[in-house]
């Protein structure tokens, strides 16, 4: 069975082909970083516009690039939700259209749950059950995962998101769009000088709270003279910060599921020191851990067609209705 994917939740464009058997064939990805990089963040009309003009050509491609005609292709999965409704909506009309025209079957994937299921792509994937941690610009979530489809939440962020809370404090220091790696990179610079507050972590329980942390930081930063080193140890205590509280919660949800296995994605999985704080803990737990590779820690359609063939081998479907969902509970998806 091959697969194409459709992944247009916010702001970029990917389409990828998946073989049930063979694996990832072929994959492309459109960024519009430049496009949004002058207004410091994503303009949802601009994103929906780029997703229009990009994604035809960027199928047409990825088929080429695959060798495969629309006649080989037995279904279509598309990014549903969670995202920016107008570029969901790109994204889903096309797909019903092409899986309508070619006469084949179509599914609505669950953004996070792509995220989830990434490291599958990988030549040495994670076996079930374990504990995933999703950390991404929207979400950050701890979820014990049973199956595909079988979720349950242990933890999620009260407030903003990590990767929302790297970019706001980006933002702070001056840096551009897009600011999470670009805090990383002047955190490699810094000095071990501020000690900032682990949110949430001096009680019991999984969930996340980043605004408190934020607001630290702007004081900080405040009480300083803002020169290029105030602002590098500054970015450095932050990350350090965040990454020392997702490696306790982590800790905790594989201590009170007994599971030893965790799965860390999301477009925040590519921060080297949460991956290194991450990787000694679980080796100090004799856990193992796993993530996906670079590229498919961002938004990718790889995720999509892998999670989509997952669900179109069960013999699940979708009528013809445009699916689009800004806002989609992870508990609500069935399980295969």
């Known amino acids: 069975m091959y697969v194409l994917g459709i992944e247009s939740s916010c702001d970029e464009t990917a389409v990828a082909v998946y073989h049930a058997t063979k694996g990832l064939i072929a994959h492309t990805l459109y960024s519009q970083i430049h496009t949004h990089s002058e207004y410091g963040g994503v303009v949802p009309e601009l994103a929906s516009r780029d997703h229009i003009r990009k994604l035809v050509p960027l199928i047409k491609s990825v088929l080429a690039d695959a060798d495969l005609q629309p006649n080989h292709i037995d279904g279509i999965a598309y990014t549903a939700g969670p995202g920016l409704m107008g570029a969901l909506l790109v994204g889903a009309a096309t797909a019903r259209s ?25 030549h040495r994937p994670p076996a079930f059950p374990f504990v995933a941690l999703l950390i991404s610009g ?32 980006a933002k702070m220091l001056g840096l551009d769009y897009p600011g999470g790696p670009k805090l990383a990179e002047l955190a ?23 605004s408190g942390l934020k607001t ?32 306790i919660k982590c800790k905790r949800a ?19 020191e949460i991956r290194r704080q991450l990787q000694q803990m679980t080796s100090k737990e004799g856990a193992e851990i796993y993530f996906p590779r670079p590229e498919f820690c961002t938004d990718n359609g ?33 399980s295969l």
Not at 311 to 321: F, K, P, Y
């Open 98 to 122: 092409l899986a309508w025209t070619w006469q084949i079957p179509a599914i609505a994937v669950h953004h996070m749950e792509g995220h989830l299921l990434a490291p599958m792509l990988e």
């Open 138 to 169: 929207g979400h950050t979530m701890l979820i014990e995962v049973r199956a595909i489809g079988k979720y349950h939440l242990l933890g999620e962020s009260l407030d903003d998101a990590a990767g929302e809370a790297f970019d706001k404090t």
């Open 188 to 210: 490699s610079r810094g000095q071990d000088r501020f000690k900032f507050p682990r949110p949430m972590t001096d009680r019991p329980g999984l969930e996340f709270s980043f």
């Open 216 to 247: 630290f930081t702007l004081n900080a930063l405040h009480a300083t003279e803002q020169t290029a080193q105030d602002k590098a140890d500054i970015a450095f205590a932050f990350q350090r910060a965040v990454a020392e509280t997702l490696n």
């Open 254 to 272: 594989l201590q009170q599921t007994q599971l030893k296995t965790l799965v860390v994605a999301g477009g925040v999985s590519a921060n080297q």
């Open 302 to 334: 790889a995720m999509i067609a892998y999670a989509g063939c997952q669900r179109l081998l069960a013999g699940q479907t979708q009528n013809l209705e445009i699916f689009a969902r800004p806002r989609w509970p992870m508990n609500q998806l069935p």
